[in-house]
């Protein structure tokens, strides 16, 4: 690896020391010495995005299309030392870090075509009627329009697309909104370098330099005070449920509120109906395996909970999943704390009435090996801290009497990221009773499939009713995700001259 990170923040085009400073914590390889944020850098970064706010968003789409695909190029030239600075401060194997940056560029590349089409404008046009009775009807145009300055916190679990040019950042600049990131503690390097990329294509393209800064670390005051400064219009979260209410608590209370959009997670259940289960419930079980222990139950949409019909085919499925559990071996968590907390959610859920483990595990201190645990409907249904998240390869088997039972589960879920049935021909009739209690409960719904990998396209959604994520009608993957930064304006009788461009045809 040729690239040795110093440290540094990037706050409208300067690198920043502080004087205070934290030790990275990788999973391999040396520790780096990184600058603390502060509120007066946050401070700065804002400032300097409003004052670029102007003229960015005065760009054409044109313009902005090519600065994307500048940032995206830039990243890719700075591919081998990506890979190595992400795989050594977060754990993740090589090939999961091309295939993360892969899909980072892509979406880049895919809200540049976004922008260009200018479909997400939504022009609108209802000319005058000056004879019309009892009243005229005025010249009325509608266009979507940026918000200011947007805040972005990168995620722990994904360094690259959902990080400091990930999801969030792409359809912020692509809807002509600078942004401040703050970077995640757990891959300081990993931030720092992409920000170089993005620095090299403002440098590139001639932006306006506070078009984008990065704030490290920092404690919790760092994030309060980029949520509340005055100057941000809108935040873009992906992380835990408690940091991300907080912040979104915060938004609320502002003397001016503000849109915060955060994706908190979720435990993504899976209904294992019963012709499914008899006709391949061995094959579901260890493709069910294979999905909760993908990059080590680490995905926001890790499948954590199967629902399955009381049978010894559904024993058999159970059977299928712990043995391949049982063989699986240990993975590298994304951080100490997080390896923490879910062993410490294991332990807890092992101690509720009427839990049976079935599979338990030991493992070093930053690593995860997998749990799988077995309880009834009722005993679930009577225990709502059974139905929340463990952030790791956790799984839990919630065994119903009855297709109503399995309806009440249904009924009684939080707001998911996704929800999935398995099922067969046979199944039709309850897949079809299940269905509208799903979509009311899920952003996306599967089929015959495993939730983890979300695809980035224009259909994509990733988000769902709350505690999925804050905001039901947004999501934070696919072209969709710029309408998070945009707002509805109408020109009543305005000249040609002074509607925005992209409206005066």
Not at 227 to 249: E, K, M, N, Y
Not at 272 to 300: D, H, N, Y
Not at 306 to 334: I, N, T
Request: glycine share 10%; aromatic share 6%.
């Amino acid at each position: 690896m040729t690239f040795v990170p110093h440290g540094k923040h990037l706050i409208a085009g300067n690198w920043i020391r502080t004087g205070q400073t934290f030790l990275s914590r990788p999973a391999h390889g040396p520790a780096h010495t990184v600058s603390v944020g502060t509120a007066d850098l946050v401070d700065q970064a804002v400032c300097a995005a409003e004052e670029a706010f102007w003229g960015y968003s005065a760009l054409t789409r044109a313009e902005r299309a090519a600065f994307l695909e500048a940032i995206a190029d830039e990243i890719e030239a700075r591919a081998a030392d990506l890979t190595a600075i992400g795989t050594q401060e977060t754990g993740l194997p090589e090939a999961r870090l091309n295939g993360e940056r892969g899909r980072t560029t892509g979406q880049l590349r895919l809200f540049a075509e976004h922008i260009r089409q200018g479909d997400y404008l939504d022009r609108r046009h209802d000319p005058a009627l000056p004879q019309r009775q009892p009243l005229p009807r005025p010249d009325l145009r509608m266009i979507q329009r940026p918000l200011g300055p947007v805040a972005v916190f990168g995620a722990s679990n994904f360094p690259l697309a959902f990080s400091t040019a990930g999801g969030d950042t792409a359809s912020a600049l692509a809807a002509g909104c600078p942004v401040v990131v703050k970077g995640h503690e757990a891959h300081p390097g990993t931030s720092e370098l992409v920000a170089e990329a993005i620095h090299a294509a403002i440098l590139r393209c001639g932006m306006p330099h506070g078009v984008f800064s990065l704030v490290q670390g920092g404690a919790i005051e760092v994030g309060q005070a980029l949520v509340q400064h005055p100057l941000i219009q809108a935040v873009g979260f992906t992380g835990s449920l408690a940091g991300g209410r907080a912040l979104f608590d915060l938004c609320a209370q502002r003397p001016e509120p503000i849109p915060f959009f955060g994706e908190l997670g979720a435990v993504n259940p899976m209904f294992m109906l019963p012709s499914a289960v008899a006709t391949r419930g061995i094959e579901l079980g260890k493709g069910w395996a294979g999905s909760l222990t993908m990059g080590a139950g680490q995905f926001c949409t890790n499948p954590g909970i199967a629902v399955v019909l009381d049978s010894p085919e559904a024993d058999a499925f159970v059977e299928s999943a712990r043995a391949a559990l049982a063989e699986m071996a240990a993975q590298v968590m994304l951080t100490d704390g997080i390896a923490a907390a879910y062993r410490a959610g294991a332990e807890a859920i092992s101690q509720q009435s009427g839990v049976d483990s079935l599979v338990t595990s030991v493992a070093e201190p930053r690593q995860a090996k997998p749990f799988l645990f077995k309880v009834s409907a009722s005993d679930w249904l009577n225990n709502h801290m059974l139905s929340e998240e463990v952030f790791g390869p956790l799984g839990i088997v919630v065994v119903a009497g009855d297709a109503g039972q399995m309806e009440e589960i249904a009924r009684s879920l939080a707001g998911q990221l996704t929800a999935t049935l398995h099922m067969d021909d046979a199944d039709a009739v309850q897949a079809r009773r299940l269905m509208p209690i799903l979509e009311r409960k899920a952003g996306r719904v599967l089929a015959n499939g495993f939730p983890t990998g979300v695809e980035v396209c224009d259909s994509m959604v990733h988000g769902g009713p709350y505690p999925a994520s804050t905001n039901f009608g947004a999501t934070s993957v696919g072209t969709m995700a710029i309408r998070r930064f945009v707002r509805p304006v109408c020109y009543q009788n305005i000249p040609l001259a002074l509607l925005p461009a992209d409206l005066r045809d």
